[in-house]
Nanobody
Framework: EVKLVESGGGLVQPGGSLTLSCLAS????????MNWVRQAPGKGLEWVSA????????YYAEPMKGRFTISRDNAKNTVSLQMSSLKPEDTANYYC????????????????WGQGTQVTVSS
């Protein structure tokens, strides 16, 4: 019954903005670190961002710093990723993932995954 459902993906022009959302259910949301992970066509998983259980601490991969902002609303069981100044290399399937406890960038340690939402950056 655990579910993570991403939404908000689509086609956007280079330099544009897009906000992704993830709705969680079936587990105690505020016990988990939340992550965004992406996978570009033909490539492996790439960790993007993470946020602590109460939203007090955020983390970003270097290519995303200054452009992406992660946030969460524990009352609504949601985590969001605001993306701006988008580049063609940001094109990927974006996944929401949950991990009990502390931060890890090892995707194999994540407990729950969503199905992903596609982001395409193209003119």
């Amino acid at each position: 019954e655990v579910k993570l459902v991403e939404s908000g993906g689509g086609l956007v022009q280079p330099g544009g903005s897009l906000t992704l959302s993830c709705l969680a259910s079936g587990f105690t949301f505020d016990d988990y670190t939340m992550n965004w992970v992406r996978q570009a066509p033909g490539k492996g998983l790439e960790w993007v961002s993470a946020i602590s259980w109460n939203g007090g601490t955020t983390y970003y991969a270097e290519p995303m710093k200054g452009r992406f902002t992660i946030s969460r609303d524990n009352a609504k069981n949601t985590v969001s990723l605001q993306m701006s100044s988008l580049k063609p290399e940001d094109t990927a399937n974006y996944y929401c993932a949950a991990r009990a406890g502390w931060l890890s960038q090892k995707e194999s340690e994540y407990d729950y995954w969503g199905q992903g939402t596609q982001v395409t950056v193209s003119s």
